[in-house]
C-alpha cells in the first residue's frame, strides 16, 4: 500500500527538479568545503541565518527571539560572537537567499532556519551536517513527536530538528453564520458541507469573501501545504508518491481535489485570483477576518495567534468569541475523519561550519524547553514535543485556538522528501490554479496540465496513474 505522505522510505534518488534548477543548484558546485572540528573559542564568528519575514509571526517576534537566544548563548561561551543574517521576502525569497549564502565560504552560515517542506532538496545539496550523534544526548529530542522526527529524517540521517509544526483548520466567522442562518458551533463532516455553508453566507453579502482557500503557482511548495494539499490529504486517495518511487499525477483523490476547487470558483464564493494566488497570500486573512470579511477560512495555526496581546498592538479582543474552530473534514467523513498537511520551520547546521560542536551549542540551546516555547510564541508554532502543547504557558498565549489545533494535529499528514517533491507539487498547483481561472476547464484538463508539468520535469518513466 503506497504512502500519502512518506518520509522515511528507501534511498531519496536526486532526480532533476526546479528545487536544484535554482540558485540552489548553481550553490551546489561551490560547495568545497567540508565539517571540521571546532577550537577553543578564541574570537570565533557564528553565523545564523533565517526567514525574517516568513518564519516568524512578526518579523519584530522573530528578531527578539534570536536576540535573547544569542544573548544566553554569548554569556556561557566567552570569546564567541553570533551574527544573524537575516533572509527577507516570501517563501521561495527566503529559501533562493540561504542558497546563495551557502555559495560561498565566508557567508554560509553555521546555522540555518528551513522550512521543512524543502529539506529533502536541501539535504541533496550536501548543505547541511547530520546531527545524529548530537542528539543522542539531547534530552529535549526524547519527548519529540515520533512523526516529525521521521520528517526530518533522509536515508537514515537527520538533518534538521523542528522548533515547531504549521497545521490547517477552518476558521469560521459566528457573526457571518449568524446572518446566514448557520447554527454554531458548525461541525462539518464532508466538503460537500464546506461548499454548502460558503453558498449560504455568500447570499447575505457581496462585501465578504464566503470561502477563502489559496493555490498558486507563485507560492512554491508551501502553496500545497498551505492549500490543496490539506484536501488531497482528506480525499479518497492522498497518494503522492508511491511506493516504487513514482511521482502520482492522476488519481481519485487528485481529481476529488481538482473538483472542489472547481466547484468553489464555480459557486462564486472563491475571493479574487488576485488575492488568493498572491506570493503572500497567506498574509491576508488574519488581517480582514477582524473586519468580517471572510465567512469560512482555511487556516493556518498562527492566523489567531496575530490576534493576541503577545503579537498584536491593538489586539482583538473579541476574537475567541466572534470566530469559530473547526477541523477540515474528509471528502465524505470517513477515515479519521479530518485531515491536515503538516509543515513548520527547523534548525540545521550547515556542513561547511568550521565550528560544529559551538554550532551544536546554540542549536541545543535554542531547543531548550524555555526557548522552544518562547519560539512557538514568536514563529506561532504547535509545539514539537507533545507534551508542551498542555504547558500552561503554551496554552494562555492562544487559549480558544492552540488546544483546538493541537488536537488537528493529530491527524497530520507529511508531505515526501525526495527532492523532486517541488516539481510534483508545482505541478499539483498548475492543476488547481487552471480551475479557479477557468471554471469551464474539465478536470480532466487540469488532470492533464499536471502531468505534463511534471513528466517534462523528472521524465514519463517517473510519474504514474492511478485510478
Known amino acids: 500500500m503506497a504512502t500519502p505522505y512518506k518520509s522515511g522510505y528507501k534511498k531519496i534518488k536526486f532526480r532533476r527538479s526546479v528545487f536544484q534548477s535554482t540558485a540552489i543548484a548553481l550553490a551546489f558546485a561551490a560547495l568545497a568545503f567540508a565539517p571540521v572540528g571546532a577550537k577553543a ?94 542528539l543522542a544526548t539531547a534530552d529535549w529530542w526524547k ?143 488574519p488581517a480582514l477576518m477582524p473586519e468580517h470579511k471572510i465567512g469560512i477560512c482555511l487556516a493556518g495555526n498562527w492566523f489567531p495567534e496575530l490576534w493576541t496581546k503577545a503579537l498584536s498592538s491593538p489586539y482583538w479582543a473579541d476574537a475567541a468569541s466572534d470566530i469559530g474552530i473547526a477541523p477540515l473534514p474528509t471528502i465524505n467523513g470517513g477515515g479519521a475523519g479530518s485531515a491536515t498537511m503538516i509543515g513548520g520551520w527547523t534548525l540545521a547546521i550547515g556542513s561547511g561550519t568550521k565550528h560544529p560542536d559551538l554550532a551544536w551549542d546554540l542549536l541545543n540551546l535554542a531547543q531548550s524547553r524555555k526557548n522552544m516555547l518562547e519560539a512557538d510564541k514568536a514563529i506561532a508554532l504547535v509545539a514539537p514535543v507533545p507534551e508542551y502543547t498542555k504547558d500552561p504557558e503554551y496554552l494562555s498565549v492562544s487559549p480558544a485556538f492552540r488546544p483546538e489545533f493541537a488536537k488537528i494535529s493529530l491527524n497530520a499528514q507529511i508531505a515526501p522528501l525526495d527532492p523532486n517533491y517541488s516539481v510534483w507539487a508545482q505541478g499539483f498547483l498548475t492543476a488547481t490554479q487552471a480551475v479557479i481561472l477557468d471554471p469551464k476547464l474539465s478536470v480532466d484538463d487540469a488532470i492533464g496540465k499536471m502531468k505534463d508539468y511534471v513528466s517534462d520535469q523528472v521524465g514519463p518513466d517517473e510519474v504514474a496513474v492511478k485510478n
Open 41 to 134: 573559542a578564541d574570537d570565533i564568528t557564528l553565523k545564523v541565518a533565517y526567514p525574517a519575514d516568513f518564519e516568524p509571526a512578526t518579523p519584530e517576534a522573530g528578531k527578539a527571539w534570536w536576540a535573547d537566544v544569542i544573548k544566553q548563548f554569548e554569556a556561557t561561551h566567552p570569546g564567541v560572537k553570533v551574527v544573524l543574517e537575516e533572509a527577507h521576502g516570501g517563501f521561495s525569497d527566503s529559501e533562493n537567499k540561504m542558497a546563495l549564502l551557502f555559495r560561498s565560504k565566508s557567508s554560509a552560515p553555521d546555522v540555518v532556519g528551513l522550512a521543512d517542506l524543502n529539506l529533502g532538496q536541501w539535504v541533496s545539496t550536501g548543505y547541511l551536517l547530520p546531527i545524529d550523534k548530537y
Open 143 to 285: 519527548g519529540f513527536n515520533p512523526q516529525l522526527k521521521a520528517a526530518e529524517t533522509v536515508n537514515g540521517h537527520v538533518y534538521a530538528v523542528s522548533q515547531g509544526t504549521n497545521v490547517y483548520g477552518l476558521l469560521y466567522d459566528k457573526t457571518l453564520f449568524a446572518k446566514a442562518g448557520i447554527p454554531t458551533p458548525w461541525e462539518p463532516k464532508t466538503w460537500a458541507d464546506v461548499l454548502d455553508a460558503s453558498k449560504k453566507l455568500k447570499a447575505i453579502s457581496p462585501a465578504i469573501y464566503p470561502l477563502w482557500i489559496q493555490t498558486g503557482t507563485s507560492q512554491g511548495t508551501f502553496g500545497v501545504f498551505a492549500g490543496p494539499g490539506n484536501f488531497l490529504a482528506g480525499s479518497s486517495d492522498p497518494t503522492v508518491f508511491t511506493d516504487d518511487g513514482k511521482w502520482v499525477v492522476d488519481s481519485k483523490g487528485l481529481r476529488e481535489t481538482i473538483q472542489f476547487y472547481k466547484d468553489a470558483a464555480a459557486a462564486g464564493v472563491l475571493p479574487p485570483t488576485s488575492q488568493i494566488m498572491d506570493t503572500m497570500a497567506e498574509a491576508s486573512p
